[in-house]
């Protein structure tokens, strides 16, 4: 059993209330902790400390920046077995799983680390003898940063790297299921010697949060990973106050592979794409569409992959896929099923929910699967797969396009036409082609239509959080 507190103005705390939430463990529905609660009190107490720590952050070097980031990256490398396991604990995925996540965090701290030092400005030609036009790069503020269960560090550490090399300030609210893992996060930053207030950690009501956050006037930035109608709705309450967002929202990511691609290795990469963290990612392939002549071949191939997962307690040795988040992902997986299949689908692997104790879902390939089904239309968020066929790159472009979601996206081809054509045709933020190429710290991260705008990833990132400054200057004596 663990407690989580807040951390407010550089001190760990309870909320004002003394009120806690509890902290359950997915694959055995037993509570394994308790997490502070935050209310208005607090949360005003958090935003009036991100205002002064801005006022310090912002008027630190970027190289003294960049060296606590580094050593808080370094921290969590040697605290990754301890934050693993309590990442596992309380979110589910299978320990390695876990492991990989810190280290890719540190990996991205590290570089937003180094980005610190290159938010550049620009000199701008004159048109005037003694006249210098300069363009500044300055942070925009504080940020209230919100981030969700399915990568606890991850999804934070792309947040809090990109506005701390900015020089702003932040009140993160991470989700109040996965709370302990995103708190060893800002303990590694706090243990590196980021100033008091800089900082700061707030759990509670997700709506009550938000809506106090978003309009208070020390904020002047939003950043949301969330689902399309949450982050509909947090954009529109941050439009009435004009402040500035990155919105990372929803996916339904169309996997095309035409019939010249080399089919066991697009099978292969996929599965590990499509069942990674039970497939709840944004960015996991969710529609197969698959070219007639490799379409068997494909699924045998696919099925096979899918049967060979081991599904339980991440823990545990040898286990590949863990459970769900809660036992509303289950209800939600079955539903998907139990449709797909009224209107003609079939279930070539997986299918049913664990009956026992924790919420698992076996992996899941349904083929044939019509447009009509809810599935192809919903994000499913689990380890469902839904494979259809093509007959010509005109229909596969137009199922790729048919939604209003455009996160990303993957393709398997050996033609270069073909490649160039979907790279170029295709309506999403990122397209990876015959390989998994996405989500690095060095690459852009962000979705298109109804997936959001904005960059979690690349130079890009840092950009969000950084205001451009004209300065006009003449010389008297001119």
């Known amino acids: 059993m663990y407690h989580v507190q807040l951390f407010i103005d550089g001190e760990w705390r309870d909320g004002r209330s003394a009120e806690t939430i509890p902290v359950l463990n997915p694959a055995i529905e037993e509570r394994v902790g308790t997490v502070a609660y935050a209310r208005r009190d607090d949360l005003e107490d958090a935003a009036n400390a991100a205002a002064r720590g801005f006022k310090v952050w912002r008027k630190t070097s970027p190289l003294e920046r960049s060296q606590i980031m580094r050593t808080a990256a370094d921290l969590l490398r040697k605290r990754v077995d301890a934050i693993a396991t309590v990442m596992t604990l309380e979110q589910g995925k299978p320990i390695a799983e876990a492991k990989t996540e810190i280290n890719a965090s540190a990996d991205i701290l590290d570089w937003f680390a180094e980005e610190s030092r290159r938010t550049y400005g620009r000199m701008v030609p004159a048109r005037g003898e003694g006249i210098y036009n300069l363009v500044i790069k300055e942070p925009i503020g504080p940020v209230a ?76 930035k939003i950043s949301f990973t969330g689902s399309t109608p949450v982050g509909k709705q947090l954009a529109s309450l941050a439009g009435l106050h ?72 991440g823990l545990k040795d040898g286990v590949t896929i863990g459970p769900l988040a809660n036992d509303r992902r289950q209800a939600a997986l079955s539903s998907f099923v139990d449709d797909a299949v009224r209107v003609g689908a079939k279930v070539a692997a997986g299918g049913r929910r664990n009956q026992n104790k924790g919420y698992f879902f076996e992996p899941t390939v349904l083929t044939d699967v019509p447009l009509t089904a809810r599935a192809m239309n919903e994000e499913p968020f689990g380890p469902l797969a839904l494979v259809t066929r093509f007959g010509t790159f005109a229909e596969a472009l137009e199922e790729a396009n048919r939604l209003p979601y455009g996160l990303a996206s993957y393709a398997y081809t050996r033609s270069i036409k073909n490649a160039t054509g979907i790279a170029g045709a295709i309506e999403s933020g990122m397209i990876s082609i015959n390989h998994y190429g996405l989500a690095l710290p060095e690459l852009p991260f962000g979705g298109v239509k109804d997936s959001g705008y904005g960059s979690e990833g690349g130079s890009e990132a840092v950009e969000a959080y950084l205001a451009s400054k004209f300065v006009s200057q003449a010389s008297p004596d001119r």
């Open 145 to 220: 940063a919100f981030t969700p269960w399915n990568f606890p560090i991850s999804q934070a550490v792309r947040k809090l790297g990109a506005a701390l090399a900015a020089g702003c300030s932040v009140v993160i609210k991470p989700p109040e299921e996965t709370p302990a893992s995103p708190a060893e996060l800002i303990r590694a930053l706090a243990d590196a010697g980021l100033p008091k207030g800089v900082v700061n950690l707030v759990y509670g009501t997700p709506s009550e949060v938000s809506g106090y956050l978003i309009a208070h006037p020390a904020i002047r």
């Open 242 to 313: 004009m402040k500035r967002i990155t919105m990372e929202l929803g996916g339904h990511a169309p996997a095309i592979i035409f019939d010249d691609a080399d089919v066991k290795f697009a099978a292969a990469v996929l599965a590990a794409g499509k069942y990674r963290n039970a497939g709840q990612v944004c960015i996991a392939p969710t529609r197969f569409l698959v070219q007639q002549a490799v379409y068997d071949e494909f699924v045998e191939e696919f099925v096979e992959r899918t049967a060979a997962l081991k599904v339980g307690d």
